[in-house]
């Protein structure tokens, strides 16, 4: 939708006239009458959206990204199918838990998950854990996963401030993983997870975060984050970046981190 937006800037004013008699012969007046006025309402949201990113940029307001909304937002969600409508496919998930999850996540360790929400890549998570933690700003998904995994012994779930790991000890977790979560926290409250990431980790330890990396300006309610950003604030708590990525090979497919330029980030605290 962009790119076709901003591609027809380049046909002239006669060229337009051209194919307007053209659409309009082949199609009829009511359905050009539509088409009209999706082209002009098309035109008048992608002014309104540039606004918005500017406003906010200029600002610093939270756009759709404050801890406030996120509680809000996920609380009122309807948990019913698990988080899987952010699943592109079977396929897609499918090759996140073997190529990503299962490749970076140690096994038989202790393990915290940022924002289950209904609880899509907890199931694998716990399988692979010898301890899991989940923690959500929203208490309707940690009432969910409560709910979904009461015969899990080794798992426990929590409901968070949205900015600090309060109850996970210091030098106590292995492995991090927090996927379709930071793409909506904006960067003051990454920052101070990352201080709490260092807190808790235990040296050697290693963190998978699924990110924006534009600041919010391919829309999708991202973050304010960017990818430089994320791998600064990261690097500065003194965490070596192990792998940065949009996509990945998984045999003869590539799969996407997401539909808004988001990566995946793996990141380790070094053994001192
Ligand atoms: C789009 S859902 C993704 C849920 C799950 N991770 C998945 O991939 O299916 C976003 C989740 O992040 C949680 N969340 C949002 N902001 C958070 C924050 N600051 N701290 C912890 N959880 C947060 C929401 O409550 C919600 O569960």
Sequence with gaps: MKDLIENRRHITLFGKAKLAWLILKENGLLWC???????INSSIAQKAFQFMDHLRRKTGIPGMNSLALNKAIWEAWDWSAGGEEWSPSEGWKSSVIKCVLEKEVP??????????????WTVPLIARAAKYTGIDISASCVEVCRAKFAGEPKASFAVGSGIDLKGVPDDSIDALWSFDVFVHI???E??????EFKRVFKPGAVG????????????????NITHDSMLKLLKDRGFEIVS????WQDGSETHQAGLYQDVITVFKLPKA
């Design 208 to 223: 998978i975060l699924h990110h924006g990396s534009v600041g919010g300006a391919m829309g999708g309610w991202r973050s």
């Design 186 to 188: 904006n960067q003051n």
């Design 33 to 39: 009458l539509a088409f009209g006025v999706y082209y």
């Design 107 to 120: 096994a038989a360790t202790e393990v915290l998950e940022i924002g289950p929400g209904g609880g899509r």
């Design 190 to 195: 990454v920052e101070k997870y990352a201080d």
């Design 244 to 247: 940065s990525f949009k996509e």
